[in-house]
């Protein structure tokens, strides 16, 4: 696939890369892919591939590079792994041990990157149909919640599904499962919606990663798989290496989400 220089994610992936844009993604250059990283040694990426396939609602692959480059060419013209995502993870045996804007200095000729589709995308749709998403109207980061639902283990790869969360009228809840459920590549419809106890999570007001959000009287919580289970996954397999995307700060691709649709 041939894309043109220009495009609002071209520039979005610029703004990163230059130091300019550090900040969540969410709603920015609106109608583009924007993906989920897991960047794993060569010798754990199989598990890693067998992971994401056994779990397809929050592992949904839209890339994978080939061991050591840094860049998937089916996502974006002068895409750069390294560089174009606004803000990364870096763990060794588990522990986060940094958050930096760039990896160049730490990338490594073994290295696989998984680009996973993230919810980001849906949300598109739910605005045109006027599902409000309040982490946009807010400008705040989407809540996450590590839950008591566990994935399909594969391999060294295992743990919690964790799951995004936007809060909505039930009418505007029952809308949003209609739209996103034609969008499989990006996790599809939720998971659950309700009652945040019956998956595990004690708190709707402290979220594991993101920012909470305000949930009106009138509004119930609906929850939907998120990109962020492969952290989790990874934090419990201890890889001694391994590098992350922070959370809500995604890689945005060339891939248009009008395309992902079905």
Request: with cysteine; charged share 20%.
């Amino acid at each position: 696939m041939t894309f043109a220089p220009g495009s609002a994610a071209h520039h979005a992936r610029l703004k990163a890369r230059s130091g300019a844009l550090s900040g969540p993604t969410a709603n920015l250059a609106p109608g583009f892919v924007q993906a989920n990283l897991a960047i794993l040694p060569r010798d754990l990426a199989y598990d890693f591939l067998l992971f994401c396939q056994r779990n397809p609602k929050p592992c949904p692959l839209v890339g994978v590079s080939d061991v050591g480059v840094p860049l998937i060419e089916a996502l974006g013209h002068d895409l750069d792994i390294r560089t174009d995502v606004p803000r990364y993870r870096v763990w060794e045996n588990g522990q986060l041990i940094s958050e930096p804007q760039d990896i160049s200095d730490i990338w490594r000729d073994d290295l696989v990157t998984f680009a996973i589709g993230c919810s980001f995308s849906f949300e598109e749709a739910l605005l045109a149909s006027n599902v409000p998403v309040r982490h946009i109207q807010d400008d705040t980061n989407v809540p996450m919640y590590r839950t008591s639902m566990q994935t399909v283990p594969a391999g060294v790869f295992s743990g919690p599904l964790v799951v995004s969360m936007r809060p909505m009228k039930p009418q505007e809840a029952i809308k949003a499962v209609q739209i996103t459920g034609r969008f499989p590549s990006v996790h599809g419809a939720p998971v659950h919606i309700g009652d945040p106890a019956e998956i595990g999570i004690a708190d709707i007001a402290r979220p594991d990663y993101g920012d909470a959000v305000r949930i009106e009287p009138d509004e119930i919580p609906v929850f939907w798989a998120c990109g962020v289970t492969p952290q989790a996954a990874i934090a419990k397999a201890s890889p001694a290496f391994s590098i992350t995307h922070a959370p809500g700060h995604m890689l945005v691709t060339d891939l248009v989400n009008a395309d992902l649709s079905i």
